[in-house]
């Protein structure tokens, strides 16, 4: 089966204006990243910020071009349909955004907000519309009369459900979850990581899933990939790269990831204060070589003039972008 | 720094070039015919074409725009249609006063507007404040004109503390000069106060709620430095702005309160010029005032620059 | 800062508009005068007492009278009908010219700043062009090319007024663009036409009202100097501007001449700003003018007396008895944020006060430090720092508390330095806010406090601006300005939640450094139970403005005594894979003024009983849950 989703060698560019006579200076937020995503899997992405995960799925979705690469969606080079996405490919690909309140239009109903979802995509009746509404609010776990509702009458998590509504209400096949739990409390963060793992069996679905927490993403995806500075530096099966991480950034972010046990907490800090502590470098200015040679307990020269190439690993299914990466490994084991 | 006063410059002149071009296009689509005005409406068909030849009208329209340009950045603006005299002679000769009478309403307003602003802010809800609001709504909305009037009436009529008409210029007696700027400089500044002290306050109390004054709470600094340097310089950003535009506007007012004081600035001949079409005038004179406003934006980008770090190009 | 319990003011733009400025009298009153105005115009043939065009040289120049109720002007023309006539001539002419600039202005700007482009390059370079050039003066020289007469001269301003109405919805719809619902609607696949016009534009409609109001006073302004000096209206039309001209030319002869029309006019633009105003507080309110901002004054209550409770350690370096704080409620009546909370931080400890949002946390540091916003008030309770009592003190005496005693980190770094000011001169002020020394001494010291915090480069970094760092590096320099004058206790209000996970280690390690050496005691305000673990020594676990538990950070982990804390500590993702379901606790988070009667967890809580809904539970033992003894929660994890 081939997959849903394959993002080859993708680079995206932001241009900002710096001077005021228009003079640009091109930032490279991604740079050559390949990734699959199969049918019904989640693929979770993770990375810092600066790391350029969400351009990542903001050029899937059509709102940032495509610099270099192709992303090809059950076959098709979306890079051949120009500036306007064609609205056979909306209705395959959506989106549930970080900040529910503001990605929800302030002045609309939220029944208004997913029935325009409909309207747009399906040629239905009013009537079969309004079933329709019911039924997707349902499958969030809304009940019908929050559709009267304006999003400011809602809470963090029920908008948060109303925005996987609107994107589940055309039927999509993948939906982006760009960081959709970041904004919530952690109560509230269980019971919509848990609707969308429910909505994933329910229909097939299969996301992309960008966080910046690695226990998080840990717990919904099936593969797992690491972005430092807009480059991939590890992928691989969630439970894999999470218990045996191959890369020095992936170790680095997990070994910086707090647990709630006291003891266990203890003994990782003292492990990570063994660690070199660096600021990251500004995505303006990426170092030579390898990005995260500046912060690497690993770092040789060769890290620092060459560009490591992002290839399988000696485990399955496993690939990363490292030169040391068989020093890193004898030294895990 | 050097680099924001240099790029800003450089983008005048581009700037300068297009207001020339809008303003040429301008006043030669206007429906009044100067050779009609001055020859009366009886002249003869070879009387017209004479004179519009005399005049340099029957040229090209682009040979009579950069004509004017290429004479312009000389020094030279042409002569009036009217009364033959150099048009940059007339602009000089009025020049000034005009420009006294802006710069001196602007001190006027900021030296009012500025403190209003800041103590309407640090009183925001209390009886202070809800006063303050209705003085500046109400300055807001008296017509200069009326104001000039009345100011008029009151002080050079009746009370006889200053002259009526006429004006001192500044080589003769800086004294009298400026007492001669005090009721007209009033009558502009009143409104371009108002609207300072409005946007003053606004800025203040937004600033006041930032979480970096709240910081500096937290660090105990007193209350009166927090205010003056802190508050007020960030506040300070977005006021420059809304000078900036005053001061095109206390420009455009002047020209209408000259009327009223019988000065001799820029007013009268631009009105004039407009009345009869006289196009040499009317460009001349849009010209300069724009470069005046043109400048004044400069400046305040560079004062914008210099309040705020981020704007300054890296 | 707003006091969190207003409502959401989105709200107010749903409840009916004219229920709102109903409220309001000055709006009432402003709205009367116009339609007042408007009537009068309308009907001006009809209720003028004489044709104000009409002169009648034997009675010219009087004042007010018998025959001639405002007086007559230079030819006999009456005054009162003269204005009636007038307010015509300036309601046509602010309708005309702002109805045009709203028209053109908005349709040009919605497409501009939604399509970008050429199409915004040109449209900016022609709107800098025409502001470039004084308003007056353009009018003037638009008239010359239309040519005389009040509906030229009106359409001149139209055309100015379309620049300014251009540039406003040009930066709305740049600002609305950028809103994440713009993106969902494209994603969505929704055309261009119907985002510009059922996305944008209701968001914009706001802004405009405001302003299409103010406008029409300019645009009144604007006709009566076009008429006074000539270029406005013609002769067989009256208008206020006109008259003023009329008085200043027989200003001698007849000084109550310009009185009249001078009132009108002002009068009319007043109620328009004023109109403009109330409408502004009505559609668009921010802070300054939500309700429950407009008291300043927060008078300190007494110190209530309380007798402390049973754990009191005289020991404690900071000891918070029995607080409680309230606001105003939006229906009225007063809410509780913090009820009888009671926590205390011994010297060298970290204390972790550890709660979802909304549960008063944040609010305990702002009453600590005696900065909470406006219209919330300390209604009892003790707060102690080494025994002295901090409420009741006057702001003055706290002042030498807060930065000398108490320093205060919060949440996002950035926001809490002044954007204009060097790092030295903030860093520097605070230093020497409490000691004497020079400024020199100051910035050396400053310098000193960088280098502590691990800032590189500290000399040169001095002089640097916020946002010339890094959101770490910033946090650390916010850090070393709280530690200026190294205080005895650090409150740290969520000090690593804006961070990335690699830079949030860090910077705990630092505070936990800092705190060695610097021998603080912290107290350290987080929504994530791994800070917790991994920095504190105790924990105080806090929901809907009440503290739940406390104790030991070791022993609440492993054996957490409230339903709250063990159901937070179970929501936790703990890197399981994707077959387990996450422990969650369900319903969420009730607001400040509609705290659940009884137990205030038990709505959610799954070891509920009738009881707990009847009476508020108590806090005993380090617990306040009246089943902690029989609950033994640590085996449900």
Redesign the interface.
């Known amino acids: 089966m081939t997959p849903l989703l394959t993002v080859e060698n993708l680079s995206v560019d932001y241009h900002l204006k710096r001077s005021l006579l228009g003079r640009g200076v091109t930032l490279s937020a991604v740079r050559d990243v390949s990734f699959t995503i199969e049918r019904g899997r989640t693929f979770g992405l993770v990375g810092e910020s600066g790391s350029g995960k969400s351009t990542i799925g903001r050029t899937i979705l059509g709102l940032a071009a495509i610099a270099g690469g192709r992303v090809v969606f059950d076959g098709t080079d979306i890079g051949a349909f120009g500036a306007q996405l064609p609205l056979s490919f909306r209705r395959e690909v959506q989106v549930v955004f970080q900040d529910p309140l503001s990605s929800l239009n302030p002045r609309q109903t939220i029944g208004t907000t997913i029935g325009q979802a409909i309207s747009r995509h399906r040629d239905v009746s009013r009537h079969e519309r309004q079933r329709d509404i019911v039924t997707v609010l349902d499958s969030v776990g809304l009940a019908s009369y929050q559709a009267e509702r304006y999003p400011y009458e809602l809470s963090g998590g029920q908008r948060q459900r109303v925005a996987i509504a609107r994107a589940l209400a055309v039927r999509p096949r993948l939906i982006i979850c760009d960081e959709p739990v970041s904004a919530l409390d952690v109560s509230t963060q269980s019971q919509v990581i848990n609707l969308l793992v429910d909505l994933q069996h329910a229909f097939g679905l299969s996301y992309l899933f960008i966080a910046h927490n690695l226990d998080v993403v840990r717990h919904i995806s099936h593969t797992i990939g690491v972005l430092y500075l807009g480059r991939l530096v590890e992928t691989g099966p969630a439970a894999s790269v999470y218990g045996a991480p191959a890369h020095p950034y992936t170790q680095m972010l997990l070994a910086s990831t707090l647990v709630a046990d006291p003891q266990a907490q203890a003994a990782r800090s003292r492990a990570r204060r063994r660690q070199p502590r660096t600021e990251p470098p500004s995505p303006l200015n990426p170092p030579p070589g390898c990005p995260f040679n500046t912060r690497c307990a690993w770092a040789a020269d060769v890290c620092r003039t060459r560009m490591p190439a992002f290839e399988a690993t000696a485990s399955q299914g496993r690939h990363a972008a490292c030169h040391r990466i068989e020093d890193v490994r004898t030294a895990a084991s | 720094m050097k680099r924001l006063l240099l790029?800003?410059l450089?983008?005048v002149v581009p700037?300068l070039f297009?207001?020339s071009l809008?303003?040429f296009l301008?006043?030669r689509?206007?429906?009044?015919d100067p050779i009609a005005q001055i020859l009366g409406q009886g002249a003869s068909d070879a009387d017209r074409a004479e004179y519009a030849q005399r005049l340099g009208l029957d040229r090209p329209l682009v040979d009579q725009f950069f004509g004017w340009i290429w004479s312009a950045v000389q020094g030279d603006l042409g002569n009036s249609l009217y009364t033959s005299l150099p048009v940059a002679e007339s602009i000089a000769d009025r020049f000034g006063v005009t420009l006294s009478l802006a710069i001196a309403g602007m001190l006027f307003a900021l030296s009012v507007g500025i403190p209003l602003g800041i103590a309407g802010a640090l009183?925001?809800?209390?009886r202070w404040d809800r006063l303050l609001?209705i003085v500046v709504?109400?300055g807001?909305?008296?017509?200069?004109?009326?104001l000039a009037?009345?100011l008029?009436?009151a002080f050079a009529?009746t009370l006889r503390w200053f002259q009526v008409v006429g004006y001192t210029p500044f080589s003769e007696s800086p004294l009298e000069w400026a007492r001669g700027l005090v009721l007209p400089a009033v009558a502009l500044g009143i409104h371009t106060a108002a609207v300072i002290a409005r946007q003053t306050r606004?800025a203040m109390?937004?600033v006041l709620?930032?979480?970096?004054i709240?910081?500096?709470?937290?660090?105990?600094?007193?209350?009166r430095?927090i205010v003056l340097?802190?508050a007020t310089?960030?506040a300070l950003?977005p006021v420059l702005s809304v000078i900036a535009i005053q001061m095109?506007?206390l420009?455009?007012?002047s020209?209408?309160i000259e009327?009223?004081f019988a000065v001799p600035g820029l007013g009268t001949l631009?009105?004039d010029s407009?009345?009869r079409?006289d196009f040499p005038v009317?460009q001349g004179?849009?010209i300069v005032?724009?470069s005046v406003?043109?400048v004044v934006?400069l400046l305040t980008d560079v004062a914008y620059g210099l309040?705020?770090?981020?704007v300054r190009?890296? | 800062m707003a006091a969190t319990i207003t409502e959401d003011d989105e709200s107010r733009a749903h409840t009916r508009l004219w229920q709102r400025l109903a409220q309001r009298p000055l709006a009432l009153a402003c709205i009367g005068y116009l339609l007042l105005l408007l009537a009068v115009a309308i009907a001006a043939p009809y209720i003028a007492p004489y044709d104000p065009l009409h002169p009648d040289i034997k009675s010219r120049l009087q004042g007010p009278g018998a025959a001639h109720w405002f007086g007559t002007d230079d030819l006999g023309r009456d005054t009162l009908s003269r204005l009636i006539f007038g307010a015509r001539t300036a309601v046509l002419a602010s309708l005309e010219s702002v109805t045009f600039g709203v028209v053109v202005g908005v349709s040009i700007g919605l497409i501009v700043g939604y399509l970008g482009g050429w199409f915004d390059r040109i449209a900016m370079r022609v709107a800098d062009v025409m502001q470039s050039i004084p308003a007056v003066l353009l009018a003037l020289a638009l008239i010359g090319v239309l040519g005389k007469g009040l509906a030229n001269a009106m359409l001149a301003v139209g055309v100015i007024f379309s620049v300014s109405f251009l540039r406003i919805t040009r930066a709305v719809v740049l600002a609305e663009k950028e809103q994440l619902y713009v993106d969902a609607a494209r994603v969505l696949g929704l055309r261009t036409l119907s985002i510009l016009l059922r996305q944008i534009l209701p968001n914009i409609a706001a802004p405009l009202i405001v302003q299409a109001s103010i406008a029409l006073g300019t645009a009144l302004l604007i006709e009566a100097m076009l008429s006074f000096l000539g270029v406005g209206i013609d002769s067989t039309q009256v208008s206020w501007g006109a008259m003023l001209e009329t008085a200043r030319q027989f200003q001698t002869q007849q000084p109550l001449l310009p009185i009249f029309p001078g009132l009108a006019i002002t009068l009319s633009v007043l109620a328009f700003n004023l109109l403009g105003d109330t409408l502004r507080d009505v559609l668009l309110p921010t802070g300054a003018t939500a309700p429950g901002n407009t008291e300043r004054h927060v008078v300190p209550p007494q110190p209530v007396s309380t007798p402390p409770s049973s754990r009191t350690d005289t020991d404690a370096l900071l000891q918070v008895s029995n607080l409680t704080v309230t606001a105003p409620r939006p229906g009225g009546g007063m809410a509780e944020l913090l009820s009888d909370v009671s926590v205390h931080v011994m010297r060298g400890e970290t204390l972790g006060l550890v709660g979802e949002s909304g549960c008063g946390k944040s609010m305990t540091a702002s009453a600590i430090m005696g900065l909470l916003p406006p219209a919330v008030h300390i209604a009892g309770g003790s707060i102690r720092l080494a025994g002295t009592e901090l409420i009741g003190l006057s702001d003055d005496a706290l002042r030498h508390v807060r930065g000398r005693r108490i320093g205060m980190v919060f949440q996002e770094p950035m926001a809490a330095l002044s954007p204009v000011h060097t790092v030295g001169r903030q860093i520097s002020d605070a230093v020497r806010a409490h000691t004497g020394l020079g400024r020199k001494q100051a910035l050396a010291r400053a310098a000193e406090l960088l280098a502590l915090v691990g800032v590189p480069d500290p000399h040169r970094r001095l002089q640097d601006y916020p946002h010339q760092f890094s959101g770490g590096m910033a946090q650390r320099v916010v850090i070393a300005g709280a530690l200026a004058c190294e205080p005895e206790l650090l409150i740290a209000d969520e000090p690593t939640t804006a961070l990335d996970v690699t830079i949030q280690a860090q910077v705990l390690d630092l505070l936990m450094d800092l705190r060695q050496r610097l021998s603080m005691s912290v107290l350290l305000i987080t929504h994530d139970l791994g800070v917790v673990a991994d920095a504190c020594d105790r924990v105080a676990v806090m929901y809907g403005g009440e503290v739940v538990e406390t104790g030991s950070v070791r022993a609440t982990f492993s054996r957490p005594r409230h339903p709250y804390t063990a159901a937070l500590l179970a929501a936790m993702p703990r890197g399981e894979g994707i077959g387990t379901a996450l422990a969650t606790i369900p319903g969420r988070v009730p607001p400040a003024w509609a705290w659940p009667q009884g137990c205030r967890f038990h709505p959610r809580c799954a070891h509920a009983t009738p009881s707990c809904r009847q009476a508020p539970s108590v806090l005993q033992d380090g617990v306040r849950c009246r089943r902690a003894g029989e609950l033994n929660l640590a085996e449900a994890r």
Request: proline share 5%; charged share 15%.
């Open positions: 790029t800003r450089l983008s700037m297009f207001v809008f303003t301008l006043v689509l206007t429906s009044t009183r925001h809800g209390s609001t709504s109400t807001l909305a008296v017509p200069s004109i009326w009037l009345l008029s009436l009529v606004s109390i937004e709620q930032a979480r970096y709240q910081a500096l709470r937290a660090r105990g600094l007193p209350r430095q340097r802190y310089k960030n950003v095109s506007v420009v455009g007012v020209f209408v009327r009223i631009l009105i407009v009345v079409a009317l004179t849009v005032v724009a406003v043109l934006n309040i705020n770090p981020k190009p890296q």
